[in-house]
Each structure stands twice: as C-alpha cells, then as structure tokens.
C-alpha cells in the first residue's frame, strides 16, 4: 500500500474520530503501543529546534527504502510520530517526496498546538523528505536498531 494510500487512511481515521477528546485518546494508545518507541534516537544532534515539546527524529535511506525514527517527551506528540513512523519507515524513497503528512490536517489544533505543527512537525517532514531524495546513509554512529 503506497504511502498516500495510508496518509488518507489515517486522515479518515481522525476525521472519523472528530472530537479533540477522541483524537487525544487515539494518539495516547498509538504511543503507548510503541514500547520504548524511539528512544533510542535521543541524542543533542538528533533534537528538532525551535519547539517547546521536545522531539528527537532521525530519517535516512537505507537501499531504496527511507527508514524514520523519533521520540518525544509529549504522548501525544510520541503519538503522531508512530504515525509518521507508519507510513515513512520502510517506505519507497521514490514514493516519499510526493507524499507529505496530510493527515495532519485532520488533527485538531487543540490536541496538537500549531507552533508544534508548524516548528516540531514540519521539521519531521524535512528530515523524511531529505532522507528520501538524497539517499546518503544512515545517521552518524550507525543504525540506531
């Protein structure tokens, strides 16, 4: 299934869900079904600047495929992060610049906050979208599995 194909499909869900007490609980279970989710990714050189939430996101190609992780202190940050980590890790790095985290949209501003979209988020996007059309190795240090 394409990246696109799943974006729709969790944009469908969160259109669905319509509430902001709704979305919260489904970003919480997404979260919390991560286990350590991307801790591992915590390090100073990983950190995304500029927002008030802190998240850590590593993205890089692997072969063909872009491989994504990312962490946050906010669940529900952590767990629109799974969401990202869904449709970009393992995806196509052909397919991945033509398809931009849309579901987002269908977030509710007051679950999460515009400057964490517009600094935190976007930033994920970037990193996704640079890994895809650039295709230069994983992180410094090496895999973080």
């Given at each position: 299934?394409s990246?696109q ?5 969790y ?8 509430d ?36 850590w ?13 990312a962490?946050?202190?906010?669940l ?5 992060l799974?969401v ?6 393992g ?18 501003r ?13 930033e ?17 240090g090496?895999?973080?599995?």
């Open positions: 299934m990246v194909i799943r974006d729709r499909e944009a469908r869900t969160f259109r669905t869900l319509g902001p007490d709704s979305q919260c609980q489904y970003l919480l279970s997404l979260a919390l079904s991560r286990g350590d989710g991307g801790k591992k990714t915590r390090s100073p050189d990983r950190r995304v600047k500029g927002c008030k939430t802190a998240i996101a590593a993205a890089w190609a692997e072969g063909s495929a872009v491989r994504f992780q962490d946050s202190d906010s529900l940050v952590d767990g629109v799974a990202f980590q869904a449709l970009y890790d995806a196509p790095a052909a397919e991945v610049p033509a398809a931009p985290p849309e579901f987002l949209e269908e977030v509710s007051e679950v999460i906050y515009p400057e964490i979209r517009e600094n935190g988020l976007r994920c996007w970037k990193r996704v979208r640079q890994a895809a059309e650039t295709a230069d190795g994983p992180p410094e090496g895999k973080i599995r």
